[in-house]
C-alpha cells in the first residue's frame, strides 16, 4: 500500500511537499512516481525516480518540482515550489514494488493528496 500526505490549499508563488510511503512485506521498490489528474482532465506524469535516483519531469513541472526518495524509508517525495493556478489537481503517487523475492514487481498507487492553488 502506498499512503500520500502533505497536500493542501497554497497561494500561487508559494510551496508544497508532498510524501508518499510505501507500507507493507516490500522486498524492494524499482521506480517510483508521482502523476496528477485535475478537474475534467487525464492523469498525466508529473515525475518519476528510479531506485538509482535518475528523474524525469514532465516539462510543465521543470525547474519548479523535485522529486526525491528515501529507499531505507521507502518513500518517495516531491517539492513543489513556484506553484501555479494550473498545478491544482489531485497527485497520486506510483511504486512498482516487489513484496518478496519470489515474486515480481507489481504496480501500485496511492490514495491521491488534493493540492489546490489560488489566492
Known amino acids: 500500500q502506498l499512503q500520500a500526505s502533505g497536500g493542501g490549499l497554497v497561494q500561487p508563488g508559494g510551496s508544497l511537499r508532498l510524501s508518499c510511503a510505501a507500507s507493507?512485506?516490500?522486498?524492494?521498490?524499482?521506480?517510483m512516481g508521482w502523476y496528477r489528474q485535475a478537474p475534467g482532465k487525464q492523469r498525466e506524469l508529473v515525475a518519476t525516480i528510479t531506485r538509482g535516483g535518475s528523474t524525469n519531469y514532465a516539462d510543465s513541472v521543470k525547474g519548479r518540482f523535485t522529486i526525491s526518495r528515501d529507499n531505507a524509508k521507502n518513500t518517495v517525495y516531491l517539492q513543489m515550489n513556484s506553484l501555479k493556478p494550473e498545478d491544482t489537481a489531485v497527485y497520486y503517487c506510483?511504486?512498482?514494488?516487489?513484496?518478496?523475492?519470489?515474486?515480481?514487481?507489481?504496480?501500485?498507487w496511492g490514495q491521491g493528496t488534493l493540492v489546490t492553488v489560488s489566492s
Open positions: 507493507g512485506s516490500i522486498f524492494s521498490i524499482n521506480d
Open positions: 506510483n511504486a512498482d514494488v516487489r513484496r518478496n523475492p519470489f515474486r515480481d514487481y507489481a504496480n501500485y
